[in-house]
């Protein structure tokens, strides 16, 4: 009869812990980019909060490919904040709106700096500054803060450079 009770037992722990491993909804990991089945629209996870990726130029600054985005079902991503928008990545590429010529660097926070002229982007960025550019749809412009123009000749922060 021991036998019988003690094995029932290890038995029910067992199921009991391969439930416990079971990932609850709204349990994705930080740092994970989710979608609902049949929507383009990528989300990144962070703090059991989410954030929208506005285009793929966007998400492309921060990741080479969707293989690693993973899908949820639409009431899962209810569990989930919508808190804004996901930034162009610092140091990747410069970003301008639409409707604007002025020519910004981005910063960590979305922070944009202004390059200031064509003599400095040079500077920073080499002879094919101008290739590195995206535009910014007016509506996703809420999303950063204009903050002081660069420095002639300083790198904007989070911006990678490597020595020759």
Do not use: H, Q
């Not at 209810?78 to 808190?83: D, M």
């Not at 990747?92 to 002229?117: F, H, N, Q």
Request: aromatic letters at 12%; a positive charge.
């Amino acid at each position: 009869m021991f036998k019988k009770g003690f094995v029932g037992l290890v038995v029910f722990t067992m199921i009991l812990g391969m439930l416990m491993t079971v990932t609850p909804a709204g349990a994705v990991a930080d740092g994970t980019c989710v979608k609902v089945a049949g929507s383009s629209t990528v989300f990144y996870i962070n703090g059991g909060k989410a954030y929208v990726f506005p285009n793929e130029k966007t998400y492309k600054t921060w990741f080479p490919s969707f293989t690693n985005v993973v899908t949820i079902s639409s009431s899962e991503l209810g569990t989930y904040t919508i808190s804004g928008n996901v930034t162009y990545r610092p140091g990747v590429k410069m970003v301008k709106i639409t409707d604007v010529a002025t020519v910004y660097a981005v910063e960590p926070g979305g922070v944009l700096r202004s390059v200031v002229s064509e003599a400095n982007a040079i500077a920073l960025y080499g002879s094919n500054w101008n290739k590195m550019i995206e535009d910014v749809p007016t509506g996703f412009f809420v999303n950063y803060t204009v903050g002081s123009p660069l420095t002639e000749g300083k790198y904007p922060t989070g911006t990678l450079v490597k020595a020759s």
